[in-house]
C-alpha cells in the first residue's frame, strides 16, 4: 500500500472526505484551503491513497509561554516564548481507518518537526487531541498537559498533549542504533 | 463617544505595543482600537472554532511536568514509527 504524503493544493477535491466527525469534516471541506491560501494561519498535509485524500492534518508554528514562573526557573529560560509545532486536526476517512494511514501521517509531522528544530527550533509536538483519541497518541508518548490559555475554541474542548523533542530524538537514536544493530547481524 | 477600558495583558506584548507606538508615532490607544477592530473582523470572516491561538500558556506545575518528560526515554511504539 502506498501512501503519497503532501501539502494540500487548491485543486484537490475534498467534498467527499469523511472521517465520521461533523466539524472534523466541514473544516477540511471549508476552511482547510482558506487557512492555508487566504489567511496563512496554517498548513494542512494529507495523505493520497491511489489518488484520492484519505486523511489529512493541520499544523502550524506555536509557543508555549510559562507564566508566573519562580526566579530560579526563569535563570534557566530564554526570554521568550517556547516553540512547538501544533496539531490542531487531524483525521482518517472512515473507509480507511485502522489500515496504518494515522501512523504515516504521524511520522511525517514528526519528521517535519525535527526539520523545523533543526531551522527554526521546536522543543516538542502540542496535539489538540479530542477524548476519544487521547489513548492513540499515548501509545507514542504523548502526554496530556494543563494549559491556562490557548484552547481550540471547539466543543467539547479537546484535550492539550505534548511530545518532547528529547524524547523524539532519543527514538531517532535508538531506532538508528537498531538498524546498525541489524545491519551488522545480516 | 470614546470610552475607557482596562485589561491585563502580557509584558512582552506591552513592550511591543509601546515601541510600535513611539517609532511610529502613534497614540496607544489608535493602536488598540484598530487591533480590536482588525481582530473582530477577522472572526467574521473565519469562525473562531477554526482559528488556532498563537501561543499557549502553562503554569509552573505544567513547566515542571515538560521538564520531566524532557528526560523520558522513548516508548517501543515510537522508536518502530520513527525507524
Known sequence: MHIEIRALTKEDYRKDFSCGNYELDIFFQKFASQNQFKHYI????????????????????????????????????????????????????????????????????????????????????????KEDSVSYYEQFDFETINIIQGQLDVRPYAKTMFLSMHTIMKAINNSSQNHKGTSKNS | MSVQISAYIQDDIKEKMERYSSSHGLKKGFLIENAIEYYLQALHEIPTSVLVPSSISIDEKTYKKIEQLNLKKPNKKLIELLS
Open chain 1, 42 to 129: 496554517g498548513l494542512t498535509y494529507v495523505a493520497l491513497l491511489n489518488h484520492k485524500i484519505v486523511a489529512f492534518a493541520t499544523i502550524s508554528a506555536s509557543s508555549i509561554r510559562v507564566e508566573k514562573l519562580p526566579t530560579q526557573y526563569i535563570k534557566k529560560l530564554p526570554n521568550y516564548p517556547l516553540p512547538v509545532l501544533r496539531i490542531s486536526r487531524f483525521a482518517v476517512d472512515i473507509t480507511y481507518q485502522n489500515k496504518g494511514i494515522a501512523k504515516s501521517l504521524l511520522k511525517f509531522i514528526l519528521n517535519l518537526s525535527i526539520e523545523q528544530k533543526n531551522k527554526f527550533g521546536c522543543m516538542g509536538i502540542i496535539v489538540d487531541a
